[in-house]
């Protein structure tokens, strides 16, 4: 098979079967919410809504589950992006052990989500990995606090991790309950979900303008208009609608490569049951796919501007990832890329997505900002916006308001 450039394995997963498309907006529509964006985090709100009996209108610019949900790989974590201790130095102690406590709670919850729109997602142990003093001496220092707060995880030294992994000369911290899924099937079940629940779902059909009205919202597109109480913005990053967020965010390209299939590989190496991600900054990360390819992500760099530095970007990351895994495991020399693509995120200064109401935009809500790992806090974001939303907001939801302050 040739290499393919800047299409994600995960969309060739679904080739070829029947997959359920919706209409465009072409009438107006009267509903408690709408929500803008059907990604992860927009199908997921749109079933979480729908399920609570509200009356939901979901409008995506292209196609259900093409954003970023098809371009991940799917790493379900508990462990929010960044250390736990750069947490504790930013917050404090307690507010730190509530962010991993309500993160790990989100994991649990999306698990069982995924269950039950029959999308399950397959449990794996995750290895933090460093290959250096310093990042070995991160990793220990981290694990400790993690200790100290009563959360788990073993450190694996050199050996223990050559026994548990197959990789030498590394220092890591191996933990228990994360999850990994293919996350365009999963986007797809979710919005099959919500509509069965009754969410109304528009495809080709952008939001062009957000108005307040006497007691809520209009949002037009091109051909039609929703009437909402509330208006949930889930477009992944602050778009141009919404100019003065997007200094809060730092927009980054991440890259992925899945190789071929090695089933043979994949039971000698004793890895094979493991997802990983390095502590380096930024870090790569990658996993198993069920059909006994590696997916390995990470070279992260800044948005490259005009079609040839895209390119030129996605084949220099290519191969900076192709070097990285051959680092790490030398038997997959012999592998090769069958796929390598792209994808935009926005990180936050302090890695926890933004989900709540602005200020200065009344009757919105917003969950943006996920970095690398939205998938968990897709969820997260969900029930939070459906508290707000009811009017039965939990003190804890104020650490992912746009008002957060750290000491
Ligand atoms: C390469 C890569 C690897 C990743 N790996 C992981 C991982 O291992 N684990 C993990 O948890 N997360 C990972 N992520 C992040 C994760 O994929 C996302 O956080 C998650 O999918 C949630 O995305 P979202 O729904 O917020 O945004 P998106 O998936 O980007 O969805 C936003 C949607 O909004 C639509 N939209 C935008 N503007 C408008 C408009 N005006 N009107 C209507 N619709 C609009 C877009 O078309 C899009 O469909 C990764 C991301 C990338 C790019």
Not at 377 to 382: E, I, K, Q
Request: proline letters at 4%; charged letters at 25%; glycine letters at 10%.
């Amino acid at each position: 098979m040739r290499l393919r450039y800047g299409s994600p394995f995960w969309l060739d997963q679904t080739k070829g079967r029947a997959i359920r498309r919706y209409p465009q907006l072409r009438r107006e529509l009267d509903v408690d919410v709408a929500i803008v964006g059907a990604g992860f985090t927009g199908c997921t709100a749109a079933l979480i809504f729908a399920e609570a009996g509200l009356r939901v209108a979901l409008l995506e610019r292209l196609q259900v589950g093409r954003g970023s949900a098809a371009a991940s790989t799917a790493l379900l974590m508990q462990e929010p992006d960044r250390f736990f201790t750069e947490l504790v130095d930013r917050y404090g102690m307690a507010t730190a052990r509530t962010i991993w406590r309500l993160s790990r709670r989100g994991l649990r919850d999306l698990k069982s989500l995924l269950r039950r729109v029959q999308c399950p997602a397959r449990v794996t142990p995750a290895v933090h990995l460093a290959f250096d003093p310093r990042g070995a001496r991160d990793l220990r220092r981290d694990l400790a606090a993690r200790h100290r707060a009563g959360f788990g995880g073993r450190l694996l030294d050199g050996a223990a991790l050559h026994r548990r992994a197959g990789i030498e000369g590394g220092t890591a911290i191996l933990s228990a309950g994360n999850a990994v899924v293919d996350p365009h099937r999963a986007t797809l079940a979710l919005a099959h979900a919500a509509a069965r629940q009754g969410a109304r779902i528009f495809e080709r059909s952008e939001t062009t303008r957000v108005t307040q009205t006497g007691d809520g919202v209009r949002v037009s597109t091109p051909h039609g208009r929703v009437r909402a109480h509330r208006v949930i913005i889930a477009t992944g990053f602050a778009t141009p609608a919404f100019k003065p967020l997007s200094a809060r965010f730092s927009m980054a390209t991440t890259y992925v490569i899945a190789t071929s299939r090695a089933p043979a590989l994949r039971r000698q190496l004793v890895g094979g049951n493991l997802m990983f991600w390095d502590a380096e900054r930024p870090y790569h990360y990658f996993r198993w796919t069920d059909d006994d390819r590696i997916l390995f992500g990470g070279s992260d760099r800044s948005v490259p501007r005009g079609r040839r530095a895209r390119r030129a970007a996605l084949l220099g990351a290519t191969d900076d990832l192709r070097r990285k895994l051959s680092q790490i495991y030398p038997a997959t020399e012999e592998l090769t890329t069958e796929y390598a693509w792209e994808g935009l995120f926005a990180t936050t200064p302090d890695g926890l997505p933004y989900v709540g109401a602005h200020r200065h935009y009344p009757r919105h809500l917003f969950a943006l900002g996920y970095g690398g790992n939205g998938m968990t806090f897709a969820v997260l974001a969900a029930r939070i916006l459906l508290r707000q939303y009811l009017g039965r907001p939990r003190d804890e939801d104020a650490i992912f308001s746009f008002s957060r302050q750290s000491r």
